[in-house]
């Protein structure tokens, strides 16, 4: 019987051990009263008296909640839904600071948004979801502080208006990206204008050197060859001058001129004196020779 009794009392007091797991706090209590929190490790509890009132987790939670109708400050109604970021910072007052918490946040979350939003414009709720996630999570973390919970972050997730605004919206939209096409067109055949302009401009000024150099060759080369010509006739000259010729060969040379004139088409011919002179020698001579016969 007594060891029957011994082992009901080890039984008992093994029953008071208590391991936590790691990013767990355990809340207990002592006769109905908050006592403790127990850590990640091992810990013990009074069995009978104590009794793990609850288990609370430490890691941050994600929570989605519905979308929530709201009105902006030119009244129009439109579906946002938001994702929460919290942490449990302190177990007991989670524990014994609000009951469901969750809904409590969902709640909070719900009617902060509709205060927001309440402010601004359809056209400032569409393009300012930063000032609206750093407002509302500054208003749920200082809310929600009482409750051992800490916000970290706030994020709109969809921002949903009424049907007939998404059309108007997707038809601005359209209309302003057929405008931004329209003036990029614009652009490129500009661009696309001016370089064909310049293009020719080019071209046409490396035609008009291209032409500018070839009758500068062309130049060129009639002067070089004035030159030459102008050097030979110089060099026979001087061939002339060194052979010595005398009186005589400089008639015979201008007599031989003289005929290849004539055979030419003029219709007059002016002779030189001199071959005048020579001329009527060779005719007395001519007449000479036929009275002598």
């Known amino acids: 019987m007594g060891w029957i009794i011994l082992i009901i009392i080890i039984v008992i007091a093994a029953s008071g051990i208590k391991i936590v797991s790691q990013s767990k706090a355990c809340v207990v209590e002592r006769l109905g009263a908050y006592d403790r929190t127990l850590q ?8 009978i ?16 909640f519905a979308p929530q109708p709201v009105i902006t400050k030119d009244n129009v109604t439109m579906q946002i839904d938001t994702v929460v970021y919290y942490q449990i910072t302190d177990p007991k007052l989670y524990t014994y600071g609000v009951d469901n918490p969750i809904s409590a946040i969902e709640n909070l979350t719900a009617t902060t948004l509709r205060n927001i939003i309440g ?49 108007a919206m997707e038809k601005q939209m359209r209309a302003e990206r057929e405008r931004r096409e329209a003036i990029l067109k614009a652009e490129g055949e500009k661009k696309a204008a001016i370089l064909i302009a310049e293009g020719e401009k080019e071209s046409a000024i490396l035609k008009a050197e291209a032409k500018k150099e070839s009758q500068i060759k062309e130049a060129e080369g009639e002067a070089e060859a004035i030159v030459k010509i102008q050097e030979a006739t110089a060099q ?25 004139v004539a055979n030419g088409q003029s219709t007059k011919i002016i002779i030189p004196s001199e071959l005048q002179n020579l001329a009527t020698i ?11 016969k």
């Open 40 to 47: 990640t490790g091992l810990n013990y509890k009074v069995p």
């Open 49 to 64: 008296i104590d009794r793990v009132a609850a288990v609370v987790s430490l890691k941050e939670t994600v929570k989605d």
């Open 119 to 167: 402010e601004l414009e359809l056209d400032e709720t569409l393009t300012s979801r930063d000032i609206i996630n750093s407002k509302m999570r500054s208003i749920l973390d200082e809310a929600t502080d009482p409750w051992g919970i800490k916000v970290n972050r706030v994020e709109v997730k969809n921002i949903l208006p009424p049907r007939d605004i998404q059309d």
């Open 236 to 260: 026979g000259l001087k061939l002339l001058k060194d052979a010595k010729i005398d009186e005589a060969v400089l008639k015979l040379k201008s007599y031989e001129a003289l005929v290849d």
């Open 282 to 292: 060779g005719s007395t001579i001519q007449e000479t020779i036929k009275s002598t």
